[in-house]
C-alpha cells in the first residue's frame, strides 16, 4: 500500500535518530564487516577492522550527543513548566502590582537563563560537528610513521651520496698525486739526458788528443 510523507518521515527518524546520518554510517559498518570477513590479506583486513572501530566511534558519539541533547530538552520543559506554573500560581494568589511586577522580573531572568541553556546547546552542536570531522587518532600516527620512514630512508640516501663523494675524493687526490709523480719523473729523466748530451762532446774531444 501507499504511505502518506507523515509515515515516511517518521519511519525515517525511526531509522537514522536525528537525522545525523546513523542509517548510514550502520550500512557502512555492515560492509566493512563483510570486507573484514572477506580480506584476503593480514594488512587489509587490520585495515578494515580499524574503519569498524572508527565507525563505531562515530556512532557512539552520535548517540551520546542525542542522548545530551534530550536531556537537555527534559530539564528546559521542566523548567518552561516550573515557570509557567509559578506565574499561574502567582496570578491566582497574588493581588499586589508591586508584587506581580516582581515575579515577572523574575520569570524573565529565568527565561534569559533557558535562552544561554539552548544557546550553549546550539555551541555544543557546533563543537561537536568540527570534532567529528577531525583526522582520526590512528591515521595520523599513521601518517605520522610513514613520514618517519621516508625520511630515515632519504637520510640513509644521503649518507650513501656521501660516502661516495669522499670516495672520489680520495680517488681525485690519488689521481692528482699520480700525475705529480709523473710530471716530476719526466722532469727528472729530461734533466738527466740533457745532462747525458752535454757531456758526450768533452769525451770525443780528449779521445782524439
Known sequence: GSFSLDEVIRKRLLIDGDGAGDDRRINLLVKSFIKWCNSGSQ?????QYQRMLST???CEFSMGKTLLVYDMNLREMENYEKIYKDIDFFFLKENSIAAAHERISECKKQILQAKRIRKNRQEYDALAKVIQHHPDRHETLKQLEA???ELQQLSRIKENVED???LRRKQFHVLLSTIHELQQTLENDEKLSEAEE???????TETKQ
Request: hydrophobic fraction near 20%.
Open 56 to 58: 563505531l566511534s562515530q
Open 43 to 47: 594488512e587489509e583486513g587490520y585495515s
Open 164 to 166: 661516495k663523494l669522499e
Open 147 to 149: 613520514l618517519g620512514k
Open 198 to 204: 752535454s757531456q758526450e762532446p768533452q769525451i770525443e
